[in-house]
T-cell receptor, first 119, second 112 residues
Framework: ETGVTQTPRHLVMGMTNKKSLKCEQH?????MYWYKQSAKKPLELMFV???????ENNSVPSRFSPECPNSSHLFLHLHTLQPEDSALYLC??????????????????FGPGTRLTVL | KNQVEQSPQSLIILEGKNCTLQ??????????LRWYKQDTGRGPVSLTI?????NTKSNGRYTATLDADTKQSSLHITASQLSDSASYIC???????????FGRGTSLIVHP
């Protein structure tokens, strides 16, 4: 195990539902990330939280809303999703990196992911 | 536009054989390049990281090479095992940027 846990592992939701994904890291890291992984596509970085700052990929729709209450926990709130949002959502954490510079040198440790299906 | 291209898209080999995966990138300015292994149903795990000045780095049966001039990297797997069946992802980071560029990955299947 990498020290990064995600719940739930699988989620099926309708387009009108509201749900949240949870990520927790037990590594003492200070940066956390949300990624989207669709079939046959590269990993897509959605959000970065580092040193209590948040940076987002401008292409991410507003129906995805992140929350990072502390350096160990990260949430992704979902509402009015579309079928094309079905994907594997991965959380990662790192020590430093993120906005702290280093060009992503610091290794990111990934959780197992949440497999999301939107009906 | 920063891009990372991996080849082949998929590869099937017999157990015990060697194989080489390729990664070409156009990320600039280059900071570092990572190879990740992602087992089915799991998150990626880092295998190697290489900076501009490094040409070769090994991690057990995995050996990564980097040619910064031609902007190419390769991942060589020696004496493949069934557990090597996975997706291998090349990730390149640019200096001053916190958003890395990911390749689509190479899907490797090792048959007994």
């Amino acid at each position: 195990e990498t020290g990064v846990t995600q719940t739930p592992r699988h989620l099926v939701m309708g387009m009108t539902n509201k749900k949240s994904l949870k990520c927790e890291q037990h590594l003492g890291h200070n940066a956390m990330y949300w990624y989207k992984q669709s079939a046959k596509k590269p990993l897509e970085l959605m959000f970065v939280y580092s040193l209590e700052e948040r940076v987002e990929n401008n292409s991410v729709p507003s129906r995805f809303s992140p929350e990072c209450p502390n350096s160990s926990h990260l949430f992704l709130h979902l509402h009015t999703l579309q079928p094309e949002d079905s994907a594997l959502y991965l959380c990662a954490s790192s020590l430093g990196g993120g906005l702290a510079g280093g060009g992503g040198y610091n290794e990111q440790f990934f959780g197992p992911g949440t497999r999301l299906t939107v009906l | 536009k920063n891009q990372v291209e991996q080849s082949p898209q998929s590869l099937i080999i017999l157990e015990g054989k060697n194989c080489t995966l390729q990664c070409n990138y156009t990320v600039s300015p280059f900071s570092n390049l990572r190879w990740y292994k992602q087992d089915t149903g799991r998150g990626p795990v880092s295998l190697t990281i290489m900076t501009f000045s490094e040409n070769t780095k090994s991690n057990g049966r995995y050996t990564a090479t980097l040619d910064a001039d031609t902007k190419q990297s390769s991942l060589h797997i020696t004496a493949s095992q069934l557990s090597d069946s996975a997706s291998y992802i090349c990730v390149v980071s640019a200096g001053g940027s916190y958003i890395p560029t990911f390749g689509r990955g190479t899907s490797l299947i090792v048959h007994p």
